[in-house]
């Protein structure tokens, strides 16, 4: 029997997944990696591979762990005590990135708006969820 070989951590199906689950274009993931959108492709189609998988497969988790984070802080509401009846808990999602960069400025320097955004989408699910009545509202000015 051959060596074990090394494990690549990152498969084309799951650099696509795990980008799309975070909101992000491959031009955003492009950005965020210091690499030519074309290589996206290129890796989600299987013709190449990172040079790197390990720093690429570290890199992507770091987002998707600021991602869970800001869906934890979102959700804060459903942790604990209940808000009282009435009014909708309103969840910001913003149209413009000066605005998200202004009003957010913690998670504005770790997550791109487009995450930021599918963010907010899933904490809204798991505060209806939790019979939290919720809505999102969007912020342009």
């Not at 498969?11 to 689950?21: D, H, Q, S």
């Not at 992000?24 to 890796?43: G, K, M």
């Not at 390990?54 to 987002?63: E, F, K, R, S």
Request: net charge negative.
């Amino acid at each position: 029997m051959k060596g074990t070989p090394l494990l690549n951590p990152l498969t084309p199906a799951g650099i696509r997944t795990r980008r799309e689950g975070l909101g992000l274009s491959r031009r955003e993931l492009a950005e965020i990696l210091d690499v030519a959108e074309a290589s996206i492709r290129s890796w989600e189609t299987g013709k190449t591979e990172p040079f790197d998988p390990i720093v690429t497969h570290m890199a992507i988790g770091g987002l998707e762990d600021d991602f869970l984070n800001l869906i934890d802080d979102l959700t804060d509401p459903a942790d604990g005590d209940k808000p009282e009846t009435g009014d909708p808990l309103q969840l910001r999602s913003y149209l413009r990135q000066d605005d998200y960069e202004t009003l957010e400025p913690y998670w504005s320097k770790l997550l791109p708006l487009s995450t930021y955004r599918m963010a907010v989408a899933q904490a809204a699910l798991i505060l209806q969820a939790s019979n939290i009545p919720t809505y999102i509202v969007g912020i342009d000015d």
